[in-house]
């Protein structure tokens, strides 16, 4: 753990091991902090931000920007981290290693634009200005399936702001941390502005941030589930949150778009990291006169997805992050089938070559999906892209709301009208219109209705540890 710019060791000494998710490998161990380790961290960062609040957005910006060049850098030894820990194939690894340095290299520059205003008053003696402010400490708590990414789409800005953090990475995950952390070190951000805690068990690092007075905000990137849990125990003590939780997202294709096109594109999306992101499409929606070319492309598509340890070349589907992952896919899967879908391809956990070592379930499709089944329901989080059709605009529109989940939508159609119609109706807080990656550092992310609150990346997402001050001046 990297507390006050010292790492060490959990208060009792426990520690906990990491293993590849692809082989069943113990990776190493780290330490596993508790309340204790956790309490000491938030001091240290509460007395950072004495005097890390008073830099200059310029002194700010200039560490951020030497972390950027170091992760770029490293980005290969990142890269090859990652996949052994997280099992997303190596490629994916170096890509979300670039987008994790982007926030990095985005905020150092968004540092210096944290405006303020003047405001005409009402009285002529008068003046009002307004300045902002840096909340305070920061509690962050991340996931595993973008293991560094996530870690610095929060760091990043907060530093930016003007706010000391302490993270909690995810369980499974750990040494991904650790090994930004040292990026952090190295690029002499002054002690007690960032802290690492790593443990096995989340919940007393949680209740401590929510708890703790000295906190100012907690931001939460992880299931629906925590997400309201916490922000629950926020909201006790009057903590501001951003969260950015599940998603349900809907992909529709109408019937003027290119069948085989869109089905390339949800080859593409739906697979990525396993299914295990949050955008990712869960309910494929298809005008039935195209339904058809759609499919097989699709199937053609997935039948040659290569399943495997993500350091082999070749291999586009990793393992899934553990057993009740596979539990969960498989169960929907079976629910699916049982209640009438047909099983394009996969279907099955995938065990050969020593793929039983790690978490495997095959690239599967699904056609003739219905609202009866789980999987029209939950979110899967797995390789599984379940086929539904629909016949009308307005049909399809009330399906894709019909969710309590508002992360992300896609959209194909060549029609612009439509494409306005189905952007300004969909409740959803991202929407890929012809386009499967709507996300950069730049970009505002984050969902509507369960899916969160709050947004990360671009100008808003500085403005989430950031706090309004009026001044008025009589003069
Ligand atoms: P998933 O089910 O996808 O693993 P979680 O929401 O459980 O999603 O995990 C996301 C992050 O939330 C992880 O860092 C995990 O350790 C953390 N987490 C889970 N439960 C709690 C809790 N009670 N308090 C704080 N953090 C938690």
């Known amino acids: 753990m990297y507390i006050n710019g010292q790492w060490c060791e959990a208060a009792d000494n426990s520690r906990f091991p990491v293993s590849n998710p692809a082989t069943g490998d113990i990776l190493g161990d780290v330490p596993n902090g508790g309340r204790d380790d956790v309490k000491k961290a938030i001091d240290a960062a509460a007395d950072a931000f ?23 850098e490293k980005k290969e030894h990142l890269a090859v981290t990652m996949t052994s820990e997280q099992g997303k194939p190596l490629k994916a690894a170096r890509n979300e290693v670039q987008y994790g340095a982007d926030f990095l290299l985005w905020y150092a520059e968004e540092a210096k634009r944290i405006y303020g205003e003047t405001l005409p008053a009402p009285r002529g003696d008068q003046r009002f200005i307004v300045q902002q402010h840096p909340v305070g400490v920061v509690g962050a708590v991340t996931p595993w399936n973008y293991p560094i990414s996530m870690l610095t789409r929060k760091i990043a800005p907060a530093l930016a702001a003007g706010c000391t953090i302490v993270l909690k990475p995810a369980e499974s995950t ?135 340890n993500g350091m082999e070349d070749g291999i586009s589907i990793g393992p899934l992050v553990g057993p009740g992952a596979v539990e969960k896919v498989e169960r929907q899967v079976n629910d699916a089938v049982e209640k009438g879908a047909r099983l394009v391809c996969g279907g099955h956990r995938l065990l050969d070559d020593g793929l039983d070592r790690g978490h495997f379930y095959a690239p599967t499709v699904l056609a003739d999906v219905r609202e009866d089944m789980l999987i029209y329901r939950e979110e899967t989080f797995g390789p599984v892209a379940p086929v539904l059709t629909f016949e009308s605009e307005d049909e399809v529109l009330e399906k894709a709301n019909d969710t309590n989940y508002g992360l992300a939508a896609y959209v194909y159609t060549p029609n612009i009208g439509r ?46 540890y950031l706090e309004t001050k009026l001044g008025g001046f009589s003069i």
């Open 174 to 308: 750990p040494l991904c941390a650790v090994e930004m952390f040292k990026i952090f070190e190295e690029a002499g951000i002054p002690e007690g502005v960032v802290n690492l805690v790593t443990a096995e068990d989340p919940k007393p690092i949680g209740d401590e941030f929510i708890n703790n007075p000295k906190i100012a905000k907690l931001t939460f990137t992880g299931s629906t589930n925590v997400g309201k849990m916490l922000a629950q125990g926020a909201a006790a003590n009057m903590k501001r949150v951003s969260m950015e939780l599940g998603g349900h997202a809907p992909f529709i294709v109408f019937e003027d778009a290119d069948p085989e096109h869109a089905a390339k594109g949800v080859s593409l999306v739906k697979f990525l990291n396993t299914g295990q992101a949050c955008i990712s499409p869960n309910r494929i929606f298809v005008h039935k006169s195209i339904a058809e070319p759609f499919i097989e492309t699709l199937e053609n598509r997935v039948r040659r997805m290569r399943g495997g």
């Open 50 to 72: 004495k005097s890390w609040s008073k830099t200059t957005a310029y002194q700010r910006s200039q560490f951020l920007y030497r972390a950027y060049t170091l992760m770029i």
């Open 419 to 464: 494409a306005f119609r189905m952007f300004e109706g969909l409740k959803f807080g991202i929407i890929g219109i012809n386009d499967i990656n709507p996300t950069a550092a730049a970009a505002p992310f984050g969902g509507m209705k369960e899916s969160g609150l709050g947004r990360e990346g671009g100008h808003e997402g500085i403005a989430e």
